[in-house]
């Protein structure tokens, strides 16, 4: 099996023949997605006449096409998002003029001037206080039955988020939960409650989008978590057929300050970080390098496209072209290694019926590349060199144990990508897309210190 296997692993690792660095102050990387979706959500015709289904339901209720609800922890409840900036007309589009209308759609009607505390004086879907965001909070905190119950919200409405719905009408609920749950809960704890939020909502006629959390910088194991509660929420979203915003992305781009997180590890940073103006509506080119102006920026984005698409019934995106068969995985295990323990790659490969080649490829920081040696699982050498030429494909299933270290050293830390692919003989690979279709794969790992 190892004849027929070319393996591509970029990598920050050090270790004997893998020389790399560590920088402590990167986020912990985390688990690449296997359908990872952009930040806006792709709205298709499929999808949105689900939306449309659930948007006239809310519609025949009484809820408001022009309000949207705000549900989550700190990040959601804080001023930075989008109350004193949208829903105080403070705010600079820079080039991005084009969200203007959608602004002022949901800027339009306004609640009793005692539901909000912003600036301004004036409540709108943008400033008004949400009965269901507080600071601490985790999913389960929406669900929970309320102590104090404010005038309107007697049961069965007597839990945060039925109150909020029952309260606001809205026609969509912006949700993010998951900074403080990967620290009370695990993972199918956390989907329970997301998917009966989405429930909830759903019954109610509103239209969910869940968000993806941003990275835990505070403490390597919580941050280490965030890729799994990630995935749940990617999850959730695909089985209830929701639109899906995926924050956590938007944080990615080497150009973000800190990884658009403020220095306490857990809350996202703002322009001018308040020394002496809090700038987290600012769209400029600087201004989008910070956290909270992408959070309320790309939020924009996501009322935008279900405004225009779902609210306002306009044109839906393409579907997307289905993905091909998968004929090839890898599996890493643990899925969390450290320093001092063990790391395994296992990959199966289905039939094929036709000649490869077969190339094992470590690439390292600095361009510096190593090939995997055959029959030595825990070696690697120098260059780049093909496994093996003109396979004549295989006749059955195989699965190969290709890498093994019964024990990282101590100064293996890091992360790095595994791809696996086979490529059609006398192919010189460049990348993952050289590979025969179907017969690739592509895993992350992060290595932590013991």
């Given at each position: 099996?190892?004849?027929?296997?070319?393996?591509?692993?970029?990598?920050?690792?050090?270790?004997?023949?893998?020389?790399?660095?560590?920088?402590?102050a990167?986020?912990?990387?985390?688990?690449?997605?296997?359908?990872?979706p952009?930040?806006?959500?792709?709205?298709?015709?499929?999808?949105?006449?689900?939306?449309?289904?659930?948007?006239?339901?809310?519609?025949?209720?009484?809820n408001?096409?022009?309000?949207?609800?705000?549900?989550?922890?700190?990040?959601?409840?804080?001023?930075?998002?989008?109350?004193?900036?949208?829903?105080?007309?403070?705010?600079?589009?820079?080039?991005?003029?084009?969200?203007?209308?959608?602004?002022?759609?949901?800027?339009?009607?306004?609640?009793?001037?005692?539901?909000?505390?912003?600036?301004?004086?004036?409540?709108?879907?943008?400033?008004?206080?949400?009965?269901?965001?507080?600071?601490?909070?985790?999913?389960?905190?929406?669900?929970?039955?309320?102590?104090?119950?404010?005038?309107g919200?007697?049961?069965?409405?007597?839990?945060?988020?039925?109150c909020?719905?029952?309260l606001?009408?809205?026609?969509?609920?912006?949700?993010?939960?998951?900074?403080?749950?990967?620290?009370?809960?695990?993972?199918?704890?956390?989907?329970?409650?997301?998917?009966?939020?989405?429930?909830?909502?759903?019954?109610?006629?509103?239209?969910?989008?869940?968000?993806?959390?941003?990275?835990?910088?505070?403490?390597?194991?919580?941050?280490?978590?965030?890729?799994?509660?990630?995935?749940?929420?990617?999850?959730?979203a695909?089985?209830?057929?929701?639109?899906?915003?995926?924050?956590?992305?938007?944080?990615?781009?080497?150009?973000?300050?800190?990884?658009?997180?403020?220095?306490?590890?857990?809350?996202?940073?703002?322009?001018?970080?308040?020394?002496?103006?809090?700038?987290?509506?600012?769209?400029?080119?600087?201004?989008?390098?910070?956290?909270?102006?992408?959070?309320?920026?790309?939020?924009?984005?996501?009322?935008?496209?279900?405004?225009?698409?779902?609210?306002?019934d306009?044109?839906?995106?393409?579907?997307?072209?289905?993905?091909?068969?998968r004929?090839?995985?890898i599996?890493?295990?643990?899925?969390?290694?450290?320093?001092?323990?063990?790391?395994?790659?296992?990959?199966?490969?289905?039939?094929?019926?036709?000649?490869?080649?077969?190339?094992?490829?470590?690439?390292?920081?600095?361009?510096?590349?190593?090939?995997?040696?055959?029959?030595?699982?825990?070696?690697?050498?120098?260059?780049?060199?093909?496994?093996?030429?003109?396979?004549?494909?295989?006749s059955s299933?195989?699965?190969?144990?290709?890498?093994?270290?019964?024990?990282?050293?101590?100064?293996?830390?890091?992360?790095?990508?595994?791809?696996?692919?086979?490529?059609?003989?006398?192919?010189?690979?460049t990348?993952?897309?050289?590979?025969?279709?179907?017969?690739?794969?592509?895993?992350?790992?992060?290595?932590?210190?013991?």
């Amino acid at each position: 099996m190892r004849n027929s296997l070319w393996i591509i692993v970029a990598s920050a690792l050090a270790m004997g023949a893998l020389v790399a660095t560590h920088n402590p102050a990167s986020p912990p990387v985390v688990r690449v997605l296997v359908d990872q979706p952009p930040v806006v959500p792709q709205i298709n015709t499929e999808m949105k006449t689900r939306l449309r289904a659930v948007f006239e339901k809310g519609q025949a209720q009484g809820n408001s096409a022009d309000v949207f609800s705000k549900i989550g922890d700190s990040i959601t409840a804080t001023y930075s998002f989008l109350a004193v900036t949208m829903g105080c007309n403070d705010y600079n589009l820079a080039t991005h003029t084009d969200l203007q209308p959608v602004i002022d759609f949901f800027r339009a009607r306004e609640f009793p001037a005692d539901t909000t505390d912003v600036w301004c004086g004036v409540s709108n879907s943008f400033s008004r206080v949400s009965r269901c965001a507080e600071s601490g909070w985790s999913a389960g905190s929406a669900l929970e039955t309320l102590t104090d119950i404010p005038s309107g919200c007697a049961a069965p409405y007597n839990t945060s988020l039925r109150c909020e719905l029952r309260l606001a009408r809205p026609s969509i609920a912006l949700i993010m939960f998951g900074t403080n749950d990967l620290q009370w809960d695990d993972t199918e704890t956390y989907r329970d409650h997301l998917s009966r939020i989405i429930q909830e909502c759903l019954d109610n006629g509103v239209i969910p989008v869940l968000s993806t959390i941003p990275p835990r910088m505070d403490s390597p194991s919580l941050g280490a978590l965030v890729g799994e509660f990630n995935e749940v929420v990617v999850s959730v979203a695909h089985d209830n057929q929701n639109p899906i915003w995926n924050y956590w992305l938007a944080l990615q781009g080497s150009e973000m300050v800190n990884h658009g997180m403020s220095d306490d590890g857990v809350h996202p940073n703002l322009y001018g970080n308040c020394a002496p103006e809090c700038l987290s509506g600012d769209f400029s080119a600087e201004g989008l390098r910070y956290g909270f102006n992408q959070r309320n920026f790309t939020a924009l984005q996501v009322l935008d496209k279900i405004w225009r698409v779902v609210i306002n019934d306009g044109t839906p995106d393409p579907s997307p072209t289905p993905a091909p068969a998968r004929n090839l995985s890898i599996e890493i295990s643990p899925q969390s290694p450290s320093a001092g323990g063990p790391l395994l790659i296992e990959v199966t490969v289905q039939p094929l019926q036709k000649s490869f080649d077969a190339w094992g490829i470590v690439r390292a920081p600095g361009g510096r590349d190593y090939s995997f040696v055959p029959g030595r699982e825990s070696r690697l050498v120098a260059g780049v060199k093909p496994l093996a030429r003109n396979v004549k494909g295989l006749s059955s299933d195989v699965r190969e144990r290709v890498f093994y270290l019964p024990a990282l050293p101590a100064d293996a830390v890091g992360s790095f990508t595994v791809s696996v692919g086979l490529v059609s003989s006398g192919t010189h690979p460049t990348g993952i897309e050289s590979a025969i279709t179907g017969y690739a794969d592509q895993k992350s790992v992060t290595i932590e210190r013991q």
